[in-house]
C-alpha cells in the first residue's frame, strides 16, 4: 500500500491517499466518512479499510472533517458536500469508479451524498442509522439505561428529560419544566449514561440536524448499498434502520441493499474497543467484518 498526503488538498481538506501497490490493477476507489467522535483522516477504522481494500485495486481517500460551529456537529449537508468534492477529485486521479464509506454519523452523510450524484459507484456502511439524530440518540441512551439494569421509570424520567433538551434546542421548549426535571436528575447515578449536560442548552443554541430524516435519501441512492451492523448492537436501532432502507429503496424503484450482522461487535466493528480511540490495533477489528468488507468489494 502506498500512502499520500493532500495537504493542502485540490478540494480544500487536508487528506490522505492510499493507493494499492505496483502492479496492482486500480478497480476503484473509496472515500470514507467519519464517525462522531474523531474527525481525523488518520484513524484506525480508515487505516482497516485501507489495508483490507488496497491489495484488492481499491484507492482509498480520507480527510479532516469540517469543524462544526461550538458546541454543534458539522452538518450533514457540509459533510455531505466534502465527500462528493472527494469523490470528484479521486475519480479524476485513478479514472476510475469511486463509491462511500461511512461509519455511524458518516452512514448519515454518505447516503446523502450518494443521493446527489448518481455516479457514485457504491455505498457501504457500518452502524447506520434509518431515523433521525433525535430518535438514534433516545434509542441510544435508554438501551444504555436497560442493559445496565435500570428500571422502566428511571427510563422514562432519562426520556422525559431528553426530550425537554430537544424541545429548547427547537427552540418551543419551557425552560422551567426542563430546569426541574435536570434538578430531579443531575445527581442520579444514571445521569452519565444520558449524554446530556448538566446545565440546559443556551438559548441561542441548536442542534441543526436533530430531526433529519434520512429516508428520502435513501430513496435516492441509486448504487449498490452495503449495510453492516453488528449483532450487540446498542447505538442505533439496528433492524428498524433495515426496514426503513428496505422500504426506502423500493419506493424509488431500486435494488435493496446488503445487509451484514457481525457476530461479536456492537456499533463498532472492533470488539472491546473505544470508537474514539486512536490506538486500536488493525488486528483487534473483527475477522468476519473484514471478510464481509472484503466479500463485498469483490463483488463490485
Same mark, same amino acid.
Given at each position: 500500500?502506498?500512502?499520500?498526503?493532500?495537504?493542502?488538498?485540490? &478540494?480544500?481538506?487536508?487528506?490522505? /491517499? =492510499?493507493?494499492?501497490?505496483?502492479?496492482?490493477? @486500480? !478497480?476503484?476507489?473509496?472515500?470514507? $466518512?467519519?464517525?462522531?467522535?474523531?474527525?481525523?483522516?488518520?484513524?484506525p477504522l480508515f487505516e482497516h479499510l485501507a489495508i483490507t481494500l488496497t491489495p484488492m485495486g481499491f484507492a482509498v481517500l480520507t480527510?479532516?472533517?469540517?469543524?462544526?460551529?461550538?458546541?454543534?456537529?458539522?452538518?450533514?449537508?457540509?459533510?455531505?458536500?466534502?465527500?462528493?468534492?472527494?469523490?470528484?477529485?479521486?475519480?479524476?486521479?485513478?479514472?476510475?469508479?469511486?463509491?462511500?464509506?461511512?461509519?455511524?454519523?458518516?452512514?448519515?452523510?454518505?447516503?446523502?451524498?450518494?443521493?446527489?450524484?448518481?455516479?457514485?459507484?457504491?455505498?457501504?456502511?457500518?452502524?447506520?442509522?434509518?431515523?433521525?439524530?433525535?430518535?438514534?440518540?433516545? &434509542?441510544?441512551?435508554?438501551?444504555? /439505561? =436497560?442493559?445496565?439494569?435500570?428500571?422502566?421509570? @428511571? !427510563?422514562?424520567?432519562?426520556?422525559? $428529560?431528553?426530550?425537554?433538551?430537544?424541545?429548547?434546542?427547537?427552540?418551543?421548549?419551557?425552560?422551567?419544566?426542563?430546569?426541574?426535571?435536570?434538578?430531579?436528575?443531575?445527581?442520579?447515578?444514571?445521569?452519565?449514561?444520558?449524554?446530556?449536560?448538566?446545565?440546559?442548552?443556551?438559548?441561542?443554541?441548536?442542534?441543526?440536524?436533530?430531526?433529519?430524516?434520512?429516508?428520502?435519501?435513501?430513496?435516492?441512492?441509486?448504487?449498490?448499498?452495503?449495510?453492516?451492523?453488528?449483532?450487540d448492537e446498542d447505538c442505533v436501532p439496528a433492524a428498524d434502520s433495515e426496514r426503513v432502507w428496505r422500504r426506502a429503496t423500493r419506493?424509488?424503484?431500486?435494488?435493496?441493499?446488503?445487509?451484514?450482522?457481525?457476530?461479536?461487535?456492537?456499533?463498532f466493528p472492533a470488539p472491546d474497543s473505544d470508537p474514539n480511540s486512536l490506538s486500536v490495533p488493525v488486528a483487534g477489528f473483527s475477522?468476519?467484518?473484514?471478510?464481509?468488507?472484503?466479500?463485498?468489494?469483490?463483488?463490485?
Open positions: 500500500m502506498q500512502s499520500r498526503e493532500l495537504d493542502p488538498s485540490p &478540494f480544500g481538506r487536508p487528506a490522505l /491517499l =492510499r493507493m494499492p501497490d505496483p502492479g496492482i490493477e @486500480v !478497480r476503484g476507489g473509496v472515500v470514507a $466518512l467519519h464517525g462522531a467522535g474523531l474527525p481525523q483522516r488518520r484513524q480527510f479532516d472533517r469540517r469543524p462544526g460551529r461550538e458546541d454543534e456537529d458539522t452538518p450533514f449537508d457540509i459533510q455531505a458536500d466534502d465527500a462528493l468534492a472527494a469523490v470528484e477529485h479521486l475519480r479524476a486521479t485513478i479514472d476510475a469508479p469511486v463509491g462511500l464509506y461511512g461509519y455511524s454519523q458518516g452512514a448519515w452523510a454518505a447516503s446523502l451524498a450518494a443521493s446527489r450524484d448518481s455516479t457514485v459507484a457504491m455505498l457501504a456502511t457500518v452502524g447506520c442509522s434509518g431515523v433521525s439524530p433525535a430518535e438514534q440518540m433516545r &434509542f441510544h441512551t435508554d438501551e444504555r /439505561l =436497560r442493559r445496565a439494569g435500570y428500571d422502566d421509570s @428511571v !427510563r422514562a424520567q432519562q426520556r422525559e $428529560l431528553r426530550l425537554a433538551y430537544e424541545a429548547l434546542l427547537r427552540g418551543d421548549g419551557d425552560r422551567e419544566t426542563a430546569a426541574r426535571l435536570l434538578a430531579d436528575a443531575v445527581d442520579q447515578p444514571w445521569f452519565g449514561s444520558s449524554y446530556l449536560g448538566s446545565r440546559l442548552p443556551a438559548p441561542e443554541q441548536s442542534w441543526p440536524d436533530m430531526d433529519y430524516d434520512p429516508e428520502p435519501a435513501f430513496s435516492n441512492v441509486s448504487c449498490p448499498v452495503l449495510l453492516i451492523y453488528g449483532a419506493s424509488g424503484g431500486r435494488p435493496e441493499p446488503s445487509v451484514v450482522t457481525i457476530a461479536g461487535c456492537g456499533h475477522p468476519a467484518y473484514t471478510i464481509a468488507l472484503r466479500r463485498w468489494f469483490a463483488e463490485r
